[in-house]
């Protein structure tokens, strides 16, 4: 079946510092994939998004590209931040299908 | 336009107590999911609904879950007799009617603990 695999966590980094978080997936067709953000208490917003090859999704800072050579869809940032600090979720919509699939999370630590 | 509201945020319960979870959708949204995320994991997949129906619950427990999406009102997540294992955040997700769009939006969950 459909799955995310995204690297263990925690990652911990100093403020500016560049961040990626890996993410793998495996599915039959053309899934979209999402990236997740929860803050500590809060719920999942959607950080962003892409819905077919090479697409680049981004907001606030954060980058990924959809890359079906390579079934990766990878979190970057240049500079991180404090407030960047959360659990990241990779996660996928398959093409017909009404079940997203999350990936196990990220937390990331950022220090001052 | 209100995103997904649920409520309570937080809800305790002693073992054997019931709990019920409510969700209501965006506006003009009429498919329901709930999600479960155990301490330090991902979130799984319960169960999907649309107006009066289940259209799949292959991620239910088998006993003491259940979920309904009224005609009118909120949709509810019901576990009867609750366990320690119980203890969790469910969230509910809602996405628009139209055919083949699925994209979920998601509340601010529920924070079960079971005492």
């Known amino acids: 079946g459909d799955s995310v695999t995204q690297m263990e966590g925690p990652v911990t980094l100093s403020e500016e510092a560049f961040l990626t978080i890996n993410c793998t997936y495996t599915?039959?067709?053309?899934?979209?994939l999402f990236w997740y953000v929860q803050y500590p208490g809060e719920g999942l917003q959607l950080l962003l998004k892409?819905?077919?090859?090479?697409d680049k999704g981004s907001n606030k800072g954060f980058e990924a590209t959809y890359r079906k050579e390579t079934t990766s869809f990878h979190l970057e940032k240049g500079s991180v931040q404090v407030s960047d600090s959360a659990v990241y979720f990779c996660?996928?919509?398959?093409?017909?299908?009404?079940?997203?699939?999350f990936g196990a999370g990220t937390r990331l630590f950022v220090k001052a | 336009n209100a995103g997904v509201m649920q409520n309570p945020r937080h809800l305790v319960r002693r073992r054997g107590q019931e709990a019920r979870l409510r969700c209501s959708p965006m506006?003009?949204?009429?498919?329901v999911y709930w999600y479960r995320q155990l301490p330090e994991e991902g979130l799984k997949f319960m169960v999907y609904?649309?107006?009066?129906?289940?259209?799949?619950e292959s991620g239910m427990p088998k006993e003491r879950f259940s979920a309904e999406f009224p005609k009118e009102g909120p949709s509810i997540l019901r576990i009867q007799q609750v366990v320690r294992g119980d203890s969790a955040a469910y969230f509910c997700?809602?996405?628009?009617?139209?055919?083949?769009?699925?994209?979920?939006?998601f509340g601010q969950g529920t924070r079960l603990t079971v005492v």
């Open positions: 996660a996928l919509l398959n093409t017909g299908g009404f079940k997203t699939i």
């Open positions: 599915a039959t067709g053309y899934p979209s």
């Open positions: 997700a809602s996405s628009p009617p139209e055919r083949g769009s699925f994209e979920a939006f």
């Open positions: 892409a819905t077919k090859a090479d």
């Open positions: 506006k003009g949204h009429s498919h």
């Open positions: 609904l649309q107006k009066e129906n289940i259209i799949d």
